[in-house]
């Protein structure tokens, strides 16, 4: 702005309305201050004017006073590191869980046709003697004296236990009787 | 948010994917390797609906302390057990209930010095 030419109302205006809409620089926006303030209020007025001179009151009222706007500070270096290593964690934790879970699923598959248990699954028998892997009708029978012998002996045992609880409780039975008799 | 979720839950669903069925411990008996050998007979037998494992020792000596402490764990969740001493005769039982159905694990040393471990039940009642 040149302080020789005299400004007309309109560009008074003009210049007034783009304070108002922050469009000036710092130096402008002084030079206009300096402007309105030079002139009688009744020389220089309009709405627009009128605003612009108050919202000037009370900016030099602010900064008369000392105030300004706390300055954001700056994460130490410590913690804008820990952020953004979490960043880098997160984002690569999501991609290893996808490839366990893959890998995961794929070692299921193969390893279940090899395990005995599913062998055992299509072939119904499976039997090792010393060592060796016994198939076809030995290992049936193997297998049909074995599990034959092992029921019979748990039944066995069982019905022996019951049968010795049974008798027990039979004795104890009797034991209380001769007391309450001899009472 | 949605991203940890989604993460959270790629990572459970791998976990359950490489995850097995809780086994008891007489179990792990089966999956070793190193009982292949001269001396010990392993019988495995799938019928229709029923598992039968067995797994007997001709000189179950330096065996019969291991079988035991395992027994000893799955005793934990037995509803029932039966325990027999007689002279060297040793013998307990457990029915063990899992998924509705019962296990019978058995463990028997014999007064020949040899020891039996034996697991039976419907395939239903492993799951």
């Known amino acids: 702005m040149n302080n020789d030419y005299k400004l007309t109302l309109q560009e008074i205006e003009e210049l007034s309305r783009a304070y108002l809409d922050c469009r000036l620089s710092r130096l402008q926006e002084k030079e206009l201050e300096l402007v309105l303030t030079s002139l009688p209020p009744d020389e220089a007025s309009s709405p627009v004017i009128d605003e612009a001179r108050e919202t000037m009151a009370v900016a030099s009222m602010i900064e008369a006073s000392g105030y300004s706007m706390p300055k954001q500070q700056p994460l130490p270096n410590k913690k804008r590191a820990g952020i953004r290593v979490a960043r880098i964690a997160l984002r690569w934790s999501g991609i290893a869980a996808a490839i366990v879970l893959i890998a995961g699923t794929v070692l299921f598959f193969r390893n279940r046709d090899n395990d005995p248990d599913s062998l055992l699954a299509r072939e119904s028998v499976y039997v090792i003697v010393d060592g060796e892997v016994i198939t076809g009708e030995r290992a049936q029978r193997i297998a049909a004296e074995s599990i034959a012998a092992s029921l019979a002996e748990s039944a066995a045992e069982i019905r022996e236990i019951t049968e010795m609880e049974k008798n027990n409780e039979e004795f104890k039975e009797s034991i209380i009787n001769e007391i309450n008799n001899y009472l | ?127």
């Open chain 2, 1 to 127: 948010m949605k991203r940890q979720l989604a993460t959270l839950l790629l990572i459970t669903a791998s976990i359950i994917a490489v995850a097995k069925p809780p086994k008891l411990a007489c179990e792990t008996v089966f999956d070793r390797e190193d009982l292949r050998i001269e001396g010990i007979r392993i019988v495995k037998s799938q019928s229709g609906n029923s598992n039968y494992r067995s797994i007997k020792f001709s000189d179950g000596k330096k065996y019969y302390d291991d079988l035991y402490k395992l027994i000893i764990q799955d005793k934990q969740r037995a509803q029932t057990v039966y325990e027999s001493f007689e002279g060297k005769n040793e013998s307990i039982l457990l029915q063990i209930p899992n998924n509705g159905h019962q296990i019978t694990v058995s463990l028997r040393r014999n007064d020949d010095g040899s020891v039996e471990l034996y697991i039976s039940g419907l395939t239903e009642a492993f799951k």
